[in-house]
């Protein structure tokens, strides 16, 4: 465990799906990396509500619960490791992390829910096609809409609280990261048929256009 480098191997190796066929050894060999790092992760992993997110200095693996809105990339990477390797061991392990999320489809306190239910539940169900996953989903995609106000012509980051300055009080902060949320949106707008997810993406996004990009095409974080 003294050299995990958690999450980070398999990120970088999923973009060399794009490469071509003669860079395939470097894919295979990337992917062996990653199995091997992930196989000690999970080795160390005593609980399948725990979710893998760093390794301290000492190689110590830093774990997160549920809420942590990363929690749902250590399912998602899983998922990945089993669509390229065909390998049953991790689509069972990827299975058992994933379900575990399950609570979040109801959880309103936050609007990362992208990240925990369309990298863990969103790739589960693209390759298992298993009609629960979609149902989640798109429970977790009502769940992420509450936090929009059309007001606003945004989906609400956090609850309102002090700014980093400590002088006054966010009601309203979005971040650019909110961003990265929507997929999840446009996923259940297909899904059900209903546009309302979809109309809330597309707001949102307008919205950060107009307010969050700088003239050098740089974003404000906040």
């Given amino acids: 465990m003294k050299k995990i480098i958690a999450l980070t191997a398999l990120a970088i190796t999923v973009v060399m799906f794009s490469f071509t066929k003669t860079e395939t050894v470097p894919v295979q060999r990337d992917f062996k990396i990653a199995e091997a790092q992930y196989s000690a992760m999970i080795f160390n992993v005593k609980r399948f509500d725990e979710y893998p997110r760093t390794a301290l200095p000492d190689g110590t693996l830093k774990n997160t619960d549920l809420q942590e809105w990363t929690s749902g990339f250590w399912p998602g990477s899983l998922w990945y490791l089993y669509e390229y390797t065909k390998d049953e061991k991790w689509k069972a392990a990827a299975t058992r992390w994933t379900n575990t999320l399950a609570a979040n489809q109801y959880n309103k306190t936050t609007h990362d829910l992208g990240f925990m239910m369309y990298c863990s539940y969103g790739n589960a169900y693209r390759l ?23 007001r606003v012509g945004c989906i609400r980051s956090w609850d309102p609280r002090l700014s980093w300055d400590g002088k006054t009080t966010w009601q309203f ?50």
């Fill in 173 to 222: 902060p979005v971040i650019i990261d909110n961003m990265m949320n929507l997929e999840l949106l446009f996923f259940a707008s297909k899904e059900s048929g209903d546009p309302t997810y979809r109309n809330i993406a597309i707001t949102h996004a307008e919205t950060t256009m107009k307010n969050h990009i700088r003239p050098d095409f740089s974003s404000y974080h906040v």
């Fill in 128 to 150: 298992t096609g298993d009609k629960e996953y979609r149902d989640i989903l798109i429970q977790s995609a009502k769940s992420l809409a509450t936090r929009f106000d059309a």
